[in-house]
Structure formats: C-alpha cells, structure tokens
C-alpha cells in the first residue's frame, strides 16, 4: 500500500510490509544472529570470483562520477547529503574522507574512510554494512566506524548477523567513543564526540584541525631570525585547534545550552538537525521524540558563533516551499548565516 511522504512524520509510525512469517522450515539460528557467527565455507570478501575490480561492469572512478546527490559549498565547505527526517541521513565531506551518518549509503559514502554514526535509529545507520561491503567489492580498504561506546555490542551483532546472512567478511575497523575522546582521522584532522540529547544513546561530532601557529612574540621578525631561533631550541609556535565541522545527528534544542558544547557554536560550519519548522507540531511534541523546533531555537539565535550554519533532518511532512518559507522567517543576522539541505524535497 502506498503512503504519500507528507502522511509520515518523525515521531509517526506506520508499517505495512506485507511480509509473511518465516516458516519452521526456514533455518536462521539465533546463535547466526548473536555474537557468534557460524563457520562458513569460502566466505567471500565482497569482490565476484575472477573479477577485478576496477574492470567488472564499473570502475570505481565511475562511481565517483555517478552523480546521486547535488554537490553544495556552505561556509567554505564541498559537501554532498542527504536527510529527510525518519528516512535517511547521509552527509559527506570528500576533503575529510568522512561520512556522517549512513542511512541508506549513497555511491558516494562508499568512498569514505570514516563512517561517524550519531545513533542507531535505523535511517542513521541502516546502510552501515552495505558500505563495509561496497568498500570490499571495490578492494578499498575497511573503513572506520565510529559510534557511541554503548552501542558497540550491538553494532558488532549487526555486522555477525549480515555475516551469517550474506555469507561476506564485511571488514571493517569499529571503534566506540564516548563524549570528549579524540580520534585522529588523517593529517592534521580529528574528531571528538560531543553531547546530544535523543531518545536512544546518541552523539554529535567535531571535527578539529590542529595547527602550528606562530606565537605572537615572534610575529613580525625576519625569515633568517625566525630559522635562527627555531635552530637554538626556542619553541616559536604553539599549537591552535580549530572546530571546522561540527554534526548533531538527532537531538533537542537542549545541546544549544550544554555547557561542554562551546566549539560546536564556535565550528566554521554547524549541520545541525531541524525536523520541526512551523506550528503543525509543538515544541512539546519536538522534545518528547528528541528532536528540534524551530521555535526553540530562533530566541538562543544570539549563541551562534558558526561562519555558516546547515539546517538538514527536516520533518517528510515539509515540502520545499514550506522550508524555504520557514528560513525566511528567521531572525536578520541569523537567516544570513542558515542553508536549508533540501535533497529530496
């Protein structure tokens, strides 16, 4: 049975699978589902017998060419996505090797690295083990899969279970952080977790660079005395860490005021989540499914610090017009600073 898009909103369960039971003559043991997973004759790594994988049907310059999503720059950042709330979240950053979050894995997630994952809600992480295993398909190395530590086990069994069932090693480097961890991504890149507040265990992201700055003493003087110095053991620089990219995943306004939350109002760019943009729900009703209105967020507009701020996650109920109508609503000042991600409205 067909449901239209508008008839669904986050927080709004409807399920009409037409799926039948499986018979007792249909063998999925619960130990191939658990942490256990069953020997397996020649398990397959992902890539077809004989083939070579940049020669088999599509090379995977191909794939980087396909172009299933729409490439935008918002505050100096190239990135593609997509997020409708309840359905799929994806947002790439090619320059950083990184996907956050996995919904449903568009062509261009397989070709990150790092997967960071806020939650476990299915259209955040539904397509994580289809990326591991596109990545092996086309012999790229396993990525890393960031997710909240309390997760792990569970994640862990989602890929035993994918395993047992698709008969793949589906590589992969799982790594749990909990709120404040540093993780080095590549070069002068890392990531910290930070908190958010959602209905399951949940986590955004942001990503630093750190560099070498010359201290202020030392501004201002000859090449040939800066070396000289350098040369004696003086330490001329200090290290600067700068929030570049900053992703909530799902959370209520409440992050906004979370007091270890300051270089996510301070990162070059904020993706922040932003299903509920008029008064066809409630801030009440916002809060109780861990989400954001709009509302809450419009009078806390004098706490951003972001060059550029991307409002992504919006409710299936909103059509483009009503987005682009809700932005222009916004506050002077703070509507200057706001994109709208509106793939797939």
């Known amino acids: 049975m067909e449901t239209s898009r508008q008839d669904i909103g986050e927080g709004e369960k409807e399920v009409k699978t037409g799926r039948t039971p499986p018979s007792a003559s249909e063998d999925v043991s619960s130990e191939a589902l658990g942490h256990a997973v069953p020997q397996v004759k020649e398990k397959r790594k992902g890539k077809a017998e004989g083939a070579n994988s940049t020669e088999e ?137 930070f908190r958010t507040y959602h209905v399951v265990p949940s986590q955004g992201y942001v990503v630093y660079s750190r560099r070498q700055k010359l201290k202020k003493e030392f501004v201002g003087l000859p090449g040939p005395e800066i070396g000289r110095l350098r040369k004696s053991g003086v330490e001329i620089t200090d290290v600067e860490e700068v929030p570049e990219v900053a992703f909530t995943g799902d959370t209520t306004a409440e992050f906004l005021t979370d007091p270890g939350n300051a270089d996510v109002l301070r990162a070059k760019l904020l993706i922040m989540e932003m299903t509920f943009i008029d008064d066809s729900s409630t801030v009440e009703h916002a809060r109780k499914w861990g989400h954001t209105h709009i509302d809450e967020v419009v009078p806390l507009a004098h706490l951003f610090q972001n060059e550029a701020i991307l409002f992504i996650h919006f409710s299936a109920r909103y059509r483009r017009k009503d987005i682009l109508e809700a932005i222009e609503r916004l506050p002077p000042g703070f509507r200057e600073k706001v994109t709208p991600l509106l793939e797939r409205f």
Do not use: W, Y
């Open 57 to 193: 049907g599509a090379s995977t310059s191909n794939l980087h060419n396909r172009g299933d999503l729409s490439t935008i720059t918002v505050g100096g950042v190239t990135l593609q996505g997509v997020s409708v709330g309840g359905q799929e979240t994806c947002i790439i950053i090619p320059s950083m090797k990184v996907a956050f979050d996995v919904g449903r894995c568009p062509q261009r997630a397989v070709f990150q690295d790092n997967v960071l994952i806020s939650h476990a809600h299915m259209d955040h992480i539904g397509g994580v083990c289809l990326q591991a295993a596109t990545r092996g398909l086309f012999s790229l190395k396993p990525p890393r899969i960031v997710v909240p530590k309390v997760i792990v086990p569970g994640v862990e069994n989602l890929f035993n279970a994918f395993r047992a069932l698709d008969n793949a090693e589906l590589e992969h480097k799982l790594i749990g952080l909990e709120i404040g961890e540093e993780l080095r991504l590549s070069g002068e890149l890392f990531v910290k977790p």
